[in-house]
């Protein structure tokens, strides 16, 4: 899997939006981007996944640039609840000779204030 | 959405013991589930690859004698720590991948099992 980069830690305040960044400069043709967050003491949560194209679910959105070699999380209107440790990953989509599995850095944590 | 269930979430053990971990995929089948283990402060570690009906594949540096996997069937896969000392203390998290190279494949998580080892 390509390597991500992430600032270590970010703060936002509440009902603004969070701009959480990824670089991942060594990425391939067909490794996509995901995007995990982690509350204390629980498991992992799927945000959002994208290859190229920009995309947006109930949760985000993803932009992705054009060199695909950073992308940039967005929470729209941050909650108290979306603090938590922000996990840009790059892997393998589907199936290919073996389930990729999905390799952690060390995430970006993000502190929503009051 | 596909749900990913651990038991038990927390577990406290006598060193020497040993523990089982049980990872339930609740509304997909999953023939391969992978093992993390997490220290304070510190991201997610792989442990183990499990797969249904072989051999799980280990990450180098975690021996497989003490963290047994069992994957027997296409929607449980098992966890025990042997041995337990107060090292092995940790939040151990499983994850399953929905099947088929076509679908939204993103790994699913458990909620994690908090073992602490006395």
């Known amino acids: 899997d390509a390597k991500t980069t992430q600032p270590p830690s970010m703060d936002c305040a509440e009902g603004r939006a969070a701009n959480l960044p990824c670089n991942h400069s060594t990425i391939s043709g067909n490794e996509y981007v995901y995007w995990y967050r982690q509350i204390h003491s629980q498991g992992p949560q799927y945000i959002i996944h994208?290859?190229?194209n920009n995309e947006t679910n109930e949760m985000a959105s993803l932009i992705i640039t054009e060199d695909r070699k950073s992308s940039t999380l967005i929470l729209p209107h941050a909650t108290l609840r979306d603090t938590a440790v922000y996990y840009c990953i790059v892997t393998l989509r589907g199936y290919s000779g073996g389930y990729q599995k999905v390799t952690f850095g060390t995430g970006t944590k993000l502190q929503v204030i009051p | 959405g596909a749900v990913v269930s651990q038991h038990p979430s927390r577990v406290i053990c006598k060193s020497g013991t040993s523990v089982k971990i049980e990872c339930r995929s609740l509304d997909f089948q999953a023939t391969t589930m992978f093992w993390y283990r997490q220290f304070p402060k510190q991201s997610l570690m792989l442990m183990a690859t499990?797969?249904?009906?072989?051999?799980?594949?280990?990450e180098q540096g975690v021996e497989k004698d003490k963290f047994l996997i069992n994957h027997a069937s296409l929607t449980l896969s098992t966890l025990t720590v042997t041995s337990a000392h107060p090292e092995d203390s940790s939040f151990y998290i499983c994850s399953a991948r929905r099947p088929g190279p076509q679908q939204n494949t993103e790994a699913f998580f458990g909620q994690g099992t908090r073992l602490t080892v006395v």
């Open positions: 994208g290859l190229k």
């Open positions: 499990s797969n249904e009906g072989s051999k799980a594949t280990y």
